[in-house]
């Protein structure tokens, strides 16, 4: 079983729809994080969470909310979703900032 | 702007032939790391360098780093298909604790 699992895989839909993207995972990692990558712009960092009751900004949260309800789930919301939010979005987790990162496989958003 | 800077961007070779990409960054690091991306799916972490080695080896990969020039390469030798992928740099910025991915090499091994 994958240790960095995202549900769901693919999602479509509507603007101005609230939508929730989930990330658990296995390894017992305390920090967590999610990206969004878009064609020619890599990895961009939109929230992370160091522990439980530790989240912070990204460069780009403006949009976006994020729940961590344990050490091994991480979700993200699109409160009200926009188009260009249309994008790959990855969870990754860490033992240490500083050290590497596992990424799940992703989630494919589409918003029309 | 991005911290790291991957190039050249796209990179097209013969199987066999080594790949060589570089990275530059801005600011100071703790340390720099290599993920792969498959089209589409998630990355994986191929190596780390800290900011304290100069050279590291994994199996046909090799990392430099040379921090007074801010900048790493990835030499991947003897290329084979299955490489055919896109290759990230990422950074720590120093005590913030977080990693800064660059835009990516995309790399294609034609057999």
């Known amino acids: 079983d994958a240790d960095v699992t995202q549900t769901p895989r693919n999602r479509i839909t509507k603007t101005g729809k609230r939508i929730m993207l989930e990330c658990s995972q296995t390894?017992?990692?305390?920090?967590m994080y999610w990206y969004r990558q878009d064609p020619g712009l890599g990895l961009r960092l939109i929230y992370y969470?160091?522990?439980?009751?530790?989240?912070n900004k990204g460069e780009i949260s403006d949009g976006y909310s994020v729940s961590r309800q344990a050490q091994a789930k991480f979700s993200l919301s699109l409160e009200s979703a926009i188009p260009n939010q249309t994008a790959l979005y990855f969870c990754?987790?860490?033992?240490?900032?500083?050290?590497?990162?596992?990424f799940g496989p992703g989630t494919r958003l589409l918003v029309l | 702007s991005q911290q790291g800077e991957e190039d050249p961007q796209a990179l097209s070779i013969q199987e066999g032939e080594n790949a060589t990409m570089n990275c530059s960054y801005k600011?100071?690091?703790?340390?720099l790391q290599w993920y792969r991306q498959n089209s589409g799916r998630g990355l994986v972490h191929l190596i780390l360098?800290?900011?304290?080695?100069r050279e590291k080896h994994s199996g046909r990969l090799r990392v430099t780093l040379d921090t007074s020039k801010k900048s790493s390469s990835l030499l991947i030798t003897a290329s084979r298909a299955a490489d055919t992928a896109s290759y990230f740099c990422?950074?720590?910025?120093?005590?913030?604790?977080?990693?800064?991915f660059g835009q990516g090499t995309e790399l294609s091994v034609k057999p």
């Open positions: 990754a987790t860490s033992e240490d900032s500083q050290e590497t990162q596992y």
């Open positions: 390894k017992g990692h305390d920090r």
């Open positions: 969470s160091f522990d439980v009751k530790d989240i």
């Open positions: 600011t100071s690091i703790n340390n």
């Open positions: 360098i800290r900011s304290n080695e």
């Open positions: 990422a950074t720590d910025l120093y005590l913030r604790g977080k990693l800064i």
